[in-house]
């Protein structure tokens, strides 16, 4: 057969959090609010939302936002903390949480207090290194529910600042001439263990750790990381050295493209080697400067490119970015990624016309991108090995999976201007009895407008774009893949006869 999926494999566990996103606070509360944006992100497949923006989060004053006070929040017409558990709730999904790293360790902790603390907790969080009485945990409870929302959302996973190795220049240790961050430090090691004294200490990772956990010991604090660990000022490797045994998980941003590259054809190939690499490298770094001991990634930020203002032929909005989407999904998941968060949910198209997001921040029309998350959402929770006799990189990139005991899929993403037929053999199977088929479609990799299931422009819950049966099914099966398509195939089979597994992959988040 042209493609085989072994089904007598225990396979490998892929995380749900692997379909995350970002939730920026400029999208304000008329647009968490809004029941179309409410219902395309819950039909989306996206899984957790990261929150309150990216650079923002570094100078995010959380209780004056949440308050409303003009004089610590520069945009009191943005996202409050109850917003997001607002929104957040509606769309039935958990967050993660990027701490503001310039703020102090009892600030973060009474944030912690607010999202997950009970009413009647009278536990003191205490004053901080800048004289600040920060209470009790009840009393950041007790402003959550005079806001709204009486029972806890609890938080479980958070960052500790945003891209902290790119300060502005002149503000910390090894910060660039380059740097766009506003941030106290750009050396690892400070990042982890903090700089100064007294009510001029800048606090770093281990001391919110311990602040935020004493609130509630069932959270983890991500440090920030890079890929290659050695590149800004062996920032990577510092901060995996510094933080220790204490790292709960390693987030890094990772964008494909700062510059066009050549051609759609190499954007498409990208996947196929970043992730690996990057897996690697980290690895290594962990054997290096951690003992071995690895902790689990997080990929907070990542799409096609990293400024959007070099994206002038607006490829985030096309085609094009829904396959390299769906890959790198596909590729992170292979590479054993623990979560990942998509840049971003909906953010405003830029000056030159393209956008980061799923939706559109006004209309809530769907992007291309939107359907990667749709199809993988549907792919099962088991990845199992694959093989098929398609260059992954230029022409068919195929993905095996189970859901259940009788349920195999396959994602293949034709990357080619021809379709391709095939045969998919399903090894551990005794008879195939029925499946079905999503397929997204695009004329051209140039389209800002694909087919989902035959449907350009599909209900809010995609209710009026269901699966295509298959039909005459065998095992083999036969299949045509369309050109520029992402296909999902679920395939029904008798009781598969896989082995059971010899170890445990532990994802970062299952939900």
């Given at each position: 057969a042209d493609i085989v999926v072994d089904a007598t494999s225990s396979g490998q566990a892929i995380a749900v959090s692997l379909r995350g996103s970002n939730a920026p606070a400029w999208l304000n509360p008329a647009r968490f609010g809004n029941t179309t944006f409410q219902a395309r992100t819950d039909a989306s497949g996206v899984s957790l939302l990261r929150i309150p923006g990216g650079s923002w989060s570094n100078y995010y004053d959380w209780l004056a936002c949440e308050n409303g006070d003009s004089s610590g929040c520069d945009w009191t017409w943005a996202a409050r903390p109850t917003d997001?558990?607002?929104?957040?709730?509606?769309?039935?999904?958990?967050?993660?949480?990027?701490?503001?790293?310039?703020?102090t360790s009892r600030e973060a902790a009474a944030l912690v207090a607010f999202f997950n603390g009970a009413v009647d907790d009278d536990r003191v969080i205490g004053v901080d290194v800048r004289g600040r009485d920060w209470g009790t945990v009840g009393q950041w409870a007790r402003l959550r529910r005079d806001h709204g929302n009486p029972a806890p959302f609890t938080i479980t996973y958070w960052e500790f600042g945003n891209e902290f190795y790119g300060g502005k220049p002149g503000q910390g240790t090894d910060c660039s001439e380059w740097g766009w961050e506003d941030v106290w430090t750009c050396d690892g090691t400070e990042y982890v263990t903090g700089s100064g004294s007294g009510s001029q200490r800048h606090e770093g990772y281990l001391e919110f750790r311990a602040a935020m956990q004493a609130v509630d010991a069932s959270i983890q604090l991500g440090a920030i990381g890079v890929w290659p660990s050695d590149s800004w000022s062996n920032w990577g490797n510092e901060v995996i050295a510094a933080a220790g045994e204490t790292l709960d998980f390693y987030s890094i941003h990772?964008?494909?493209?700062?510059?066009?590259?050549?051609?759609?054809?190499?954007?498409?190939?990208?996947?196929?080697?970043?992730?690996?690499?990057?897996?690697?490298?980290?690895?290594?770094?962990?054997?290096?400067?951690?003992?071995?001991?690895?902790?689990?990634?997080?990929?907070?930020?990542?799409?096609?490119?990293?400024?959007?203002?070099?994206?002038?032929?607006?490829w985030m909005r096309r085609a094009v970015n829904a396959l390299f989407m769906a890959d790198t999904l596909g590729q992170m998941a292979t590479a054993g990624i623990g979560s990942a968060n998509q840049w971003d949910l909906a953010n405003g198209a830029a000056g030159n016309g393209t956008d980061y997001g799923l939706l559109d921040a006004e209309s809530y029309a769907r992007h291309p991108q939107y359907y990667a998350f749709v199809q993988w959402s549907r792919f099962g929770s088991t990845l199992l090995p694959t093989t098929s006799r398609w260059d992954a990189a230029t022409e068919l990139s195929v993905y095996g999976?189970?859901?259940?005991?009788?349920t195999v899929t396959v994602l293949a993403i034709n990357k080619t201007g021809q379709a391709i037929p095939a045969t998919i053999q399903i090894d551990g199977v005794s008879q195939v009895t029925g499946g079905s088929a999503d397929v997204l479609t695009a004329q051209t990799l140039d389209a800002t407008t694909v087919a989902f299931n035959g449907v350009t422009n599909p209900a809010d819950d995609l209710s009026d774009a269901p699966a295509t049966p298959l039909r005459g099914v065998s095992n083999p099966l036969g299949y045509t893949f369309p050109k520029y398509s992402i296909t999902l195939l679920r395939i029904n089979t008798s009781a598969q006869q896989f082995a059971p597994s010899s170890w445990v992959y532990m994802p970062l988040i299952l939900r």
């Open positions: 997001f558990i607002d929104f957040l709730q509606a769309v039935d999904r958990p967050a993660m949480y990027t701490v503001n790293a310039n703020g990772q964008y494909a493209y700062f510059d066009p590259p050549a051609s759609y054809a190499d954007a498409l190939a990208e996947p196929q080697t970043t992730w690996p690499n990057l897996a690697a490298d980290v690895q290594a770094a962990f054997d290096t400067h951690a003992n071995g001991r690895p902790a689990p990634i997080a990929i907070t930020e990542y799409n096609l490119f990293a400024v959007q203002d070099q994206d002038n032929g607006q999976g189970r859901v259940d005991g009788t």
